[in-house]
Structure formats: C-alpha cells, structure tokens
C-alpha cells in the first residue's frame, strides 16, 4: 500500500490555484478591504485552515480574515464574552453546541440565498439552517493491529482486557459516546434508544473499571501509545484523530462493533450581529465548494458533508462517504438537545468512578 501522509495528499490536491474562487467569488468590490475574526480549530485541521483555505479567500476577496485557534468549549465561550459588542464573524465549533449557541442567541440563521454551495450539503448536515458541518469523522475504537478487536461492544467487559484498555476522558466529548455504549450494552437496546436510559447504566459503566489502563484526553497520544502496544484498545475517538497514523504505516487502527458507531461533526456557525456579515457568508459558503471540501477531507482524513466529490480508492479506505456509506456503517448522532442537560451531572458520575 502507497502511504499517504498529510504532505503528500496537500501535494496531491493543492496548487496555485487549486483553493481559488471555485464559484467565481474573484476580487469582489464590495468586499475589499473588509476583515472578519473568525474562530477555528487547532491542530492539523486548523493548520490547514490557515495555510492554505485564508490565503486563497484573501486573495479572491482582497479582504483579511483573522484567525485564532481554540477548540468547541472555548469557541463558545468566545462568543458569551464578546455578546455585546461581537468581535467574531464565523465559529468552527462541533456539533454538540450548535443547540446550546442557538438558545443562548449566540448565533445566527444561515442566510440560503447568499451560499450557493448549501445546493450539495446533505440535509442531515444543515442543523436546521443554523450552521453547517464541514468534516466528518468516524468515533469507535481504536486497537493495535496486533490485537483482535471485538465484534461487539459488549465484549470489552470481559476480564480478557483486564488492565488493557483506554478510556477518553469525561472531559471530551466522545466519553458522552461511551455512556451510550455503556446503556446500549446493558438495556440490549440500540444505541438511538439507549442515549436516553444512560441515567440507570452507571453500574454498568462501573463493571468497566477494572478493565481500564487509565483515561485519555488527548486523540493523537492515545493513538500513538495503542500504537507502541501500551493498551490494546482505546475508546472511543474520533477517526481524525487515528488515521493518521495509520496512514503513515503505524500499527493502529480503527475498528467498527455490530452496534454501530457515531459521527462526530465539526462544524461552522455564524456569530449573530458579527462584523461584516456578508464576508462571513461568503467565507463559509467557501468552505463548503467542491475543491475546498476535496482538499481539506484529503489532509484531514474526514469525510465531507456535501455531494458528489469524487475520492482515490486510497482516501476511501479512511473517510465514510458518500453518505450512503456513512449509514452503512451505522453512524449515530445522538440527541445532543437531550444530552446537553444531563452532561454536567454524568460528568460529575463518570468523575467519581473512574478518579484515581
């Protein structure tokens, strides 16, 4: 197998003009000389964002984008300090808190007419036209390729794994995932109707303890550690954040038990009452054109939530598109309205089991 890393998909799909006013946006008057803030990702994601997605965008709009990195939590809390007198114009911020922005009155409603490139967004990805995802990732285990991983979820209580697995951290946001395994495996029922019984399957969640090498928040650590054979398996994390080294020959990777797995959507936003707003509508309905979503789902190892872009059977092997694969593989979205109320209170639970 020909290994893709990072650089050689960016050498693959990025050119001079690979990124530049794919829909014809090419030195529009009215935007020139305006700026907008805009909150991204850090990391490999966010990197991309700004070497090569900014740079183009300025150009074809002779206009200044300002970036600053953060992660889904900050990004929101962004918004909460600035409501006044708004400072950012566009946020990247996961799915989990597009209902919370909402409620809160952080964001604005998406404006159709103006981004053209919502024609190819699969409609499961538009949120009810208050943001948009821009990257999808797969969340499940993750196991050394050494290691036979089990067919179901329920197989990772076994006393066989005693002492061999990783956890993430209650602090992220795939641990609200493992709840719902956890309620999955002990109600037998899907995971679609298990997130909402997650209240009575902390014993079951407890039953894991003794399985349990030690907690994780950081992705590309735990993945590098399952790699060197330090655990056998690690649960659950986002594919973007394995991939990777799989793609560079590491022995980790991901495997996909009969119960399903989860999608987890990085996402945009629209700051409501920010500045320049149109440049902000124009800025992320670039993020959502053809060679934009191409080139970043290269790099990034994450499936694109629009149409019709066409893969090398090479990057198929890590992304789940088009979306008839996604259901395929039984992603799931949990109920992150229903989640979000509870979240503080499991946290609190999944703290006291599982604190050294």
């Known amino acids: 197998m020909t290994r893709m890393t990072r650089r050689t998909f960016g050498k693959l799909t990025l050119g001079a003009a690979a990124l530049a006013a794919p829909m014809g946006f090419t030195r529009n008057a009215w935007a020139s000389g305006k700026e907008i803030h805009i909150g991204i990702w850090g990391g490999s994601q966010g990197e991309f964002v700004k070497k090569e997605i900014i740079p183009a965008f300025e150009r074809d709009f002779d ?24 400072k950012f114009s ?18 604005a409603e998406l404006p159709a007419a103006d981004m053209p490139a919502l024609e190819n967004l699969y ?44 956890l993430v951290s209650p602090k992220n946001t795939p641990s609200v995932f493992f709840l719902i395994v956890a309620s999955a495996v002990k109600s037998g029922k899907p995971l679609a109707e298990a997130q909402y019984e997650i209240d009575d399957a902390f014993d079951k969640v407890a039953e894991l303890k003794p399985n ?59 700051v409501k009452d920010g500045p320049n707003q149109d440049l902000a509508v124009a800025f992320m309905n670039r993020m959502l054109e053809p060679q934009v979503q191409k080139a970043f789902s290269e790099y990034a190892l994450t499936a694109p939530p629009v149409s019709g872009i066409e893969f090398s059977e090479e990057t198929l092997k890590y992304i789940a598109y088009p979306v008839e694969e996604m259901d ?29």
């Not at 984008?65 to 006044?84: I, S």
């Not at 566009?90 to 964001?107: N, R, S, T, Y």
Request: proline content about 6%; glycine content about 10%.
């Open 63 to 86: 206009c200044t984008v300002v970036a600053e990195e953060g992660f889904t939590l900050a990004n929101v809390g962004k918004m909460r300090a600035t409501r006044d007198n708004p």
């Open 90 to 107: 566009v946020m990247f911020i996961d799915d989990v808190a597009i209902p919370i922005c909402k409620q809160e009155g952080l964001i």
């Open 123 to 166: 409609p499961r990805f538009g949120f009810d036209g208050w943001g948009t995802a821009l990257a999808i990732s797969v969340a499940s285990l993750f196991h050394n390729t050494g290691v036979t991983p089990p067919e179901s979820y329920a197989e990772l209580w076994d006393p066989k794994y005693a002492g061999k697995l990783k």
């Open 212 to 270: 349990i090498m030690n907690l994780f928040d950081n992705g590309p650590q735990a993945a590098n550690e399952v790699a060197q054979g330090q655990a056998d398996i690690g649960l659950l994390e986002l594919s973007k954040y394995i991939y990777p080294y799989t793609a560079k020959g590491a022995p980790v990777t991901m495997s996909f038990p009969k119960e399903g797995s989860f999608a987890g959507n990085n996402c945009q936003v629209l």
């Open 328 to 356: 395929s593989r039984g992603l799931f979205t949990p109920d992150w309205e229903f989640i979000n109320a509870k979240r503080s209170d499991w946290t609190e639970r999944l703290n006291g089991i599982f604190a050294v």
